[in-house]
């Protein structure tokens, strides 16, 4: 498959087949999206494979109950019945990869660290450590999409983001970026509509 026909291809897949997915094509999409740039090439990030559907299940479960703490917190009156199932169905997937990452610092935290908050350094530097794991996402994306599995990035779970480091034993300075149920594709989704090129891209002579 080429690229270009991997980057149309490719769907956000939530349901499916209960087929396991090997060991050996986990490691390949990890190592494909190792290949990504990152910033000062620190490459700040971490992958967990996770096949065992109780330890899934407990990640799942975690998002689930800390959803129920912010509807009690917060007094939320309408339904979260659509938020709960997009930010837990990754449990469903024969296999889970979460994606763990680090703060990138650099040459302006070296010379004006000490000096500037670090929401400053962010604003001027716009999370570059972010932008070094999304590249990360795609290329494992893509090369889950070229070897006919589905995948979904998700970053809802992110709010038991304490919860599942916990659970997976992941200490300080990691922090979860996202989560990525793979596994064979249980459905074929349309894709999804795209701004036309003329909205989002213009170019100056």
Partial sequence: MQLFEAINKRRSIRKFKNQPVPVE????LVECATKAPSAHNKQKWKFIAV?????NDRCSEAVSDKIDQLVRKYNITESVQGWKYYSTFFNSAPAVIYVFHQEARGFLDKAVGDKIS???INRLRVHPGIQSIGGAIENLLLAATVKGYGTCWMTAPNV??????????IEEPWQLAAVIPVGVPA??????PRKPLEEVFEVKE
């Fill in 25 to 28: 094509d986990l490691k390949f």
């Fill in 51 to 55: 096949t065992n559907k109780e330890l």
């Fill in 118 to 120: 670090r929401e400053e």
């Fill in 160 to 169: 038991a983001a304490p919860e599942i480091e916990k659970i997976l034993e």
């Fill in 187 to 192: 459905e074929n989704p349309q894709a999804r």
